[in-house]
C-alpha cells in the first residue's frame, strides 16, 4: 500500500534508541522527532482514498488547467473583457441570446456579468493573481459599455466603428440623445452590471476611481428613474416628471381585451421577470456595501409598489405589469393581463427581505393572505399557472398560434406557462420571520469554507482531463444563429443591402459555452481553495 510504504520510509528516518536517550541534549533531533511524529499523524487523519487521488492530481497541474482555461477564455473567446453564451469550436461563430458580431458582448446571464461574477468569486477564494486580472478587465468593459442613462443595453459594442450607435459615457460623445442610450433593467441585465461592480468596488476598497465611480453614476440614474409610487420601468431612456405620475392603488380594469394588440409596454410598472425585486435586492446590496441612505430609503419605495401593486380582493394578488393607472396590462402576445403565479412569489420574498431588512410591520403584513389566495390556485400537480383570469381565477394559457385559452394541450414551449409553487418555503420563512426580532443580516457574502473530498477531486480530473491542449472545453451543441452571419461575424447581405435570404452558414455542431466555462472554473477553483485551507 502507498501509505504504508511511505509511512515505513519514515519510520526509517526516527531516531535509533541510542539517538533517543541523547534527545534532551540534542535539540536538532528533538524537532527531526516532532516534524516526523506529525508528518506520521497527517497519515491518519487524511483519508487513504483522498491522498492517493492527490498524488494524482497535484495543485499544479490543477493551477496550471485554470491558467489555460481563464487565458484562452479571455483571449480568444471574449472581447475586450465581454462574453457571450457560446462560440463554436474554431471561433468563427458567436451568439449571445441573438446573434452577436466579431466585436460584439452579450449582458444577460450567462454573459459578461456572470463570467465577471465567476472570476470574482474565484479570486476571493484562492487571491490567484491571473483570477483578479480577469475579474478587472470585465470591469473594465462594463465601464466603457455604460450608457449615458446610466445603465447598460442588451449588447456591448467593441467595435470602434459601430460604437458611435451607442451613447456611451466614456466615449464622450455629442447630442447622446441621437444614439442608443436605452438602459433595460429586463431580466435583470443592468441590475446584474452593477452588482458585480460594486462588489468588485467593496473588493478593492473603493481604490479604483473609474470602477467607484461608474457605480455610483448608476446608482444615482436608477434613483433617477424610479418613479413616484416606487416603481421602476422594464426600460428607460428618460427620467420620469413625478407630477405626471399619481400615486394609486392597483385596480382591476373595467373590462380588458382578450386579443392582443401591439403597444409599447417597456415605460410600464414591470414586475415581469422579477425586475422591480432585482432592483430592490440591489439597491438594499447598495446600502450594505456603501452605507448610504439613499439606497436603503429607494429599496423602501420599491417597497412601497410591491404594497400599492397588490390587487384588491377577493384576487389579492400581482399582475406581471401595470400601466400608469395600476391597472394590468398586456406586454407581449403571451403576457396579458392577469394576476400571476410566477412573479407574484418574487414579490412575496422580496416583501420578506425588506421586513428582515428593515423591520417594518407594513411589509410582512400582506403575506399571509396572499400566501393563502395563491395556495387556493395550486394546480392538480402542485404547480402554479403563469396567469390566472382577472375575476374568475381560472388559468389562462396560450395555444402555439398565440390564441388564449383555459386549456394547457398546446403550449408555446418558448415560455414557462406553468411554475413550481415555492410557497411553502415563502410560508415557513415567513412564520419563522414574525416570531422573532427582525434582524438585518450581511448581504455581502463571503466565499464559503470548501472541504477536499473524494468527490470534488474525482470532479476535477473530469475537468482537466477534459481540456483540450487550447485550454478549452468543447462539448456537442449547436449555433442558433448561424445563418445570420458569415463566418467572420459579418451580417449577411445580398447586394442591395438586405438580409440575404439565400446564405445558410454550416452549423457548427461542437461548441464552448460559457454556462460550461463558469462551471469548470468554479470547480478548479473550489479545489484549490480546498487545498489552501488545509
Known amino acids: 500500500m502507498a501509505s504504508q510504504s511511505l509511512i515505513g520510509s519514515i519510520s526509517s528516518q526516527l531516531p535509533n534508541s541510542s539517538s533517543r536517550c541523547s534527545l534532551r541534549r540534542n535539540e536538532t533531533a528533538r524537532r527531526q522527532f516532532v516534524r516526523v511524529f506529525l508528518a506520521i499523524l497527517s497519515l491518519a487523519v487524511i483519508p487513504q482514498s483522498v491522498s492517493q487521488a492527490q498524488d494524482e492530481l497535484s495543485t499544479e497541474r490543477v493551477e496550471h488547467s485554470l491558467y489555460r482555461a481563464v487565458r484562452f477564455f479571455r483571449e480568444k473567446v471574449g472581447v475586450s473583457g465581454g462574453y457571450v453564451y457560446q462560440v463554436s469550436d474554431d471561433l468563427s461563430q458567436r451568439e449571445g441570446e441573438n446573434a452577436v458580431g466579431p466585436r460584439e458582448a452579450w449582458v444577460e446571464v450567462p454573459g459578461t456579468p456572470a463570467v465577471g461574477m465567476a472570476y470574482l468569486q474565484g479570486y476571493q477564494k484562492t487571491r490567484n493573481p491571473i483570477l483578479r486580472d480577469a475579474m478587472l478587465e470585465v470591469a473594465d468593459a462594463l465601464v466603457r459599455t455604460q450608457l449615458e442613462t446610466g445603465g447598460w443595453a442588451n449588447n456591448m459594442e467593441f467595435d470602434p466603428l459601430l460604437r458611435p450607435n451607442y451613447a456611451y459615457r466614456v466615449d464622450h460623445r455629442s447630442n447622446p440623445e441621437r444614439r442608443f442610450n436605452r438602459t433595460t433593467l429586463d431580466d435583470g441585465k443592468s441590475q446584474a452590471c452593477l452588482t458585480f461592480l460594486m462588489l468588485v468596488d467593496k473588493e478593492l476598497e473603493f481604490s479604483n476611481e473609474r470602477i467607484h465611480e461608474a457605480a455610483q453614476y448608476a446608482l444615482d440614474s436608477f434613483r433617477k428613474a424610479q418613479y413616484p409610487n416606487g416603481a421602476w420601468p422594464q426600460q428607460y431612456d428618460e427620467f420620469p416628471d413625478p407630477s405626471e405620475f399619481p400615486v394609486v392603488r392597483a385596480k382591476f380594469p373595467k373590462s380588458w381585451e382578450r386579443e392582443y394588440k401591439p403597444a409599447t409596454y417597456r415605460y410600464f410598472y414591470t414586475l415581469n421577470d422579477n425586475t422591480i425585486c432585482d432592483v430592490i435586492q440591489m439597491m438594499l446590496l447598495a446600502h450594505a456595501i456603501y452605507e448610504d441612505d439613499q439606497w436603503r430609503q429607494s429599496a423602501i419605495d420599491g417597497g412601497d409598489f410591491l404594497l400599492l401593486a397588490q390587487l384588491p380582493e377577493p384576487q389579492p394578488g400581482w399582475a406581471q405589469q401595470?400601466?400608469?393607472?395600476?391597472?394590468?396590462?398586456?406586454?407581449?402576445?403571451?403576457?396579458?393581463?392577469?394576476?400571476?403565479?410566477?412573479?407574484?412569489?418574487?414579490?412575496?420574498?422580496?416583501?420578506?427581505?425588506?421586513?428582515?431588512?428593515?423591520?417594518?410591520?407594513?411589509?410582512?403584513?400582506?403575506?399571509?393572505r396572499a400566501i393563502e389566495f395563491y395556495r387556493s390556485l395550486e394546480l392538480s400537480d402542485g404547480q402554479l399557472a403563469r396567469f390566472y383570469e382577472i375575476g374568475s381565477n381560472k388559468p389562462l394559457y396560450f395555444t402555439r398560434d398565440y390564441e388564449l385559452v383555459y386549456t394547457d394541450d398546446d403550449l408555446p414551449t418558448h415560455y414557462g406557462f406553468k411554475v413550481s409553487s415555492k410557497l411553502d418555503r415563502i410560508e415557513s420563512r415567513a412564520e419563522r420571520l414574525s416570531r422573532q426580532t427582525p434582524q438585518s443580516r450581511n448581504l455581502v457574502a463571503s466565499p464559503r469554507a470548501v472541504e477536499l473530498t473524494d468527490k470534488l477531486i474525482a470532479e476535477v480530473q473530469k475537468v482537466?482531463?477534459?481540456?483540450?491542449?487550447?485550454?478549452?472545453?468543447?462539448?456537442?451543441?449547436?449555433?442558433?444563429?448561424?445563418?445570420?452571419?458569415?463566418?467572420?461575424?459579418?451580417?449577411?447581405?445580398?447586394?442591395?443591402?438586405?438580409?440575404?435570404?439565400?446564405?445558410?452558414?454550416?452549423?457548427?455542431?461542437?461548441?464552448?459555452?460559457?454556462?460550461?466555462?463558469?462551471?469548470?472554473?468554479?470547480?478548479?477553483?473550489?479545489?484549490?481553495?480546498?487545498?489552501?485551507q488545509q
Open 464 to 532: 482537466v482531463d477534459a481540456q483540450d491542449n487550447r485550454g478549452a472545453w468543447v462539448e456537442d451543441g449547436a449555433m442558433r444563429n448561424a445563418d445570420k452571419f458569415t463566418s467572420t461575424g459579418v451580417p449577411v447581405e445580398d447586394k442591395d443591402g438586405s438580409p440575404s435570404k439565400s446564405f445558410v452558414a454550416k452549423r457548427a455542431t461542437r461548441v464552448i459555452s460559457t454556462k460550461t466555462f463558469m462551471k469548470n472554473l468554479n470547480t478548479l477553483v473550489d479545489y484549490l481553495a480546498a487545498v489552501q
Open 322 to 368: 401595470y400601466n400608469h393607472e395600476m391597472e394590468p396590462v398586456w406586454a407581449r402576445k403571451f403576457e396579458p393581463p392577469a394576476l400571476t403565479g410566477g412573479e407574484s412569489q418574487g414579490v412575496l420574498d422580496t416583501l420578506l427581505t425588506l421586513y428582515e431588512q428593515t423591520g417594518e410591520e407594513k411589509f410582512i403584513q400582506p403575506v399571509s
